[in-house]
């Protein structure tokens, strides 16, 4: 096995060839996969350096905006050299900066229809760092029908949440916990403002929870709701509720 | 006469007045001075060492500011005459002493007394930190308080990467950095402050290349050296935070002396394979008494009973969560919002995704911080291994 990794990558990634538990063919599994992530805001933006840190080889990221100053408060991936980038291209060298064996691919616009299920078709695992609902409905939906996990999280104000979805393992999808007539399209980061670290506290363990997925190392949150309040720091774990009438998962997934 | 002139004239009798002159004094003497005007006048200039509490939150900030209620006040407006009415709301409020400044600041500015022009953010600022401008629990005044405080993190490894990242990310303006290490290949697995490119040079200086680039405002001071007992306090000095990202026992022991020496929260974080914790040890802190790291750990172990000094595995993104969560510690601290981790640790478990809250227990004999201890002084152990290498 040990020929799979030069000497390089075997120092790169010497710390988790340590843990118990994660070896050559779990580092081999993170080589080899393919994962597409939707958001490069405060969320994606750090999930994305864990991400091609760890050494996932073939990284697929997608948003069609440009580098603001306003995205600088909390979006540690880019910089003041990088305003009125693409973030797609300000992201790509910064990764590929991290760690060269990382395939980074990128996506300059909003995926939807034919397109958006092309790209989850391609991918093994999606990771949902956008920042508006309509995206996250559609992402939920697609992954749900093609039948790829999708790891999720959210942070608004000072609290954030994360989850992982498993399409047929029977804890439910995105929108068993939400119920779509009733989000306030209006309640944003735009209007509501977001601490700075806590996207980074989510977008981090949305990465862990990537990994463990890709994998098979450790227990994802494919059953839980993470909620986390970083105002007074505290952190709940809860099962999710599921709907054996969804509409998305059917009989609850 | 109008109401009010008419209103006016009863304040003047119930409320006394002072010359700037003798404001100064009373000022000089303990009296807290409240300048009541709005933000752009405020940004003209305002009495040294001032509350600037502005009319339209004054009675909402005033606790905040001046908490005794027998405190002498003495209020200040543009001319002396809102001054008047402001006066009175506070001592409505049950505010014993308040006196208001007649001729205001244009005569205390004319007569020479001492003002400063104080830091406004500036409208490229503005929009920087837009989102947290628009969050209650910063607002503008928050904004300002980070960009004035002084953060140093103790290592710039798994741990003080997220956590400087996001401490320069969110404007705290001045970000210290001790680590004597450089950049190693197997670093970049978890730490992304450094990248290909700096393998081999400095961590501070990588460090400081990659938080420059993230925002070039920071005011970054690296300090490249092994933290000891002879220079910990003149490191330390001068900071508002202190972020123990070490992996090494023997200086998390030198940090918590001289925090608990110095009086500095100490914004405590350690990561082993896939579990970390957290905590913020600060035994002045208000009524928790949380103790220090010496309550739990009195003394390091023995080299017998002392961990491998074999590096340990770590999960990547394991550091990254926790010096994350450090950096919310901080800005918490800094902003004074929330309840601070202090009296509790936070334990994670990445592998099971799941986080415990523990009480730590204070001891009330601890040499070190228990109440009226006289400091025992630093005791530079030999490297004791611990193999939380982050």
Known sequence: MTERFDDAQLTRYSRHFLLKGFGESEQAALRSARVLLIGLGGLGGVAALYLAAAGVGDL???????????????????????????????????????????????????????????????????????????T????????????????????????GQAAVFVPGNGTGCLQCLFDPEQDDPERDCHSAGVFAPLTGIVGSIMAGEAIKVLTGFGTSLAEHLLTLDARDMRMRRTLRPREPGCPICGTGG | MKAKDRRLAELRRSIPEVSPEEALAMQ?????????????EIAQGSPTGAHRLGRSYLELRVEEAVPDMDQPIVVMCAGGVRSLFAADALKNM??????????????????????????????????????????????????????????????????????????????????????????????????????EDTVGLPKVESARRALLALNSKLNFVAHETHLDSSNVEEIFSGYDVIVDGTDNLATRYLINDACVKMGLPNVHAAVYRFEGQLTVFWPEYGPQHGGCYRCMFPNPPPPEMAPSCAEAGVLGVMPGTLGLLQAVEVLKILLDIGEPLVGRMLHYDALGARFTELKIRTNPNCPYCREGAEFPGYEDYAQVCASTKS
Not at chain 1, 140 to 153: A, E, I, S
Not at chain 2, 33 to 39: H, K, S
Not at chain 2, 154 to 178: E, F, K, Q
Not at chain 2, 182 to 191: A, G, M, P, T
């Open chain 1, 136 to 159: 996250r409905y559609a992402l939920n939906r697609t992954c749900f029908r093609v039948g790829k996990p999708l790891v999720y999280g959210a942070a608004i104000g000072t609290a």
């Open chain 2, 28 to 40: 000089k003497a303990g009296a807290a001075l409240v300048d009541v005007r709005d933000t752009d």
């Open chain 2, 94 to 195: 049950g505010y014993t002493k308040v006196h208001s400044i007649a001729g205001g600041f244009s005569r205390w500015k004319n007569e020479g007394r001492p003002f400063e022009v104080p830091k406004m953010l500036d409208a490229e600022a503005r929009e920087r930190y837009a989102r947290h401008i628009l969050m209650p629990d910063v607002g503008e005044a928050g904004q300002l308080k980070l960009l004035n405080s002084k953060v140093l993190l103790i290592g710039a490894g798994g741990l003080g990467s997220p956590s400087s990242y996001y401490l320069a990310a969110a404007g705290v303006g001045t970000i210290g950095m001790v680590d004597h290490d450089v950049v190693d290949q197997s670093n970049l697995q978890r730490q992304i402050l450094h990248r």
């Open chain 1, 60 to 134: 697929t990221v997608c948003d069609h905006d440009a580098v603001e100053l306003s995205n600088l408060q909390r979006q540690i991936i880019y910089g003041d050299a990088d305003l009125g980038t693409a973030k797609t291209e300000a992201a790509r060298s910064r990764l590929e900066g991290l760690n060269p064996d990382v395939l980074v691919r990128t996506i300059d616009q909003r995926l939807n229809g034919d397109r958006l299920v092309d790209a989850i078709e391609h991918a093994d695992l999606i990771v949902d760092a956008s920042d508006n609902f309509e």
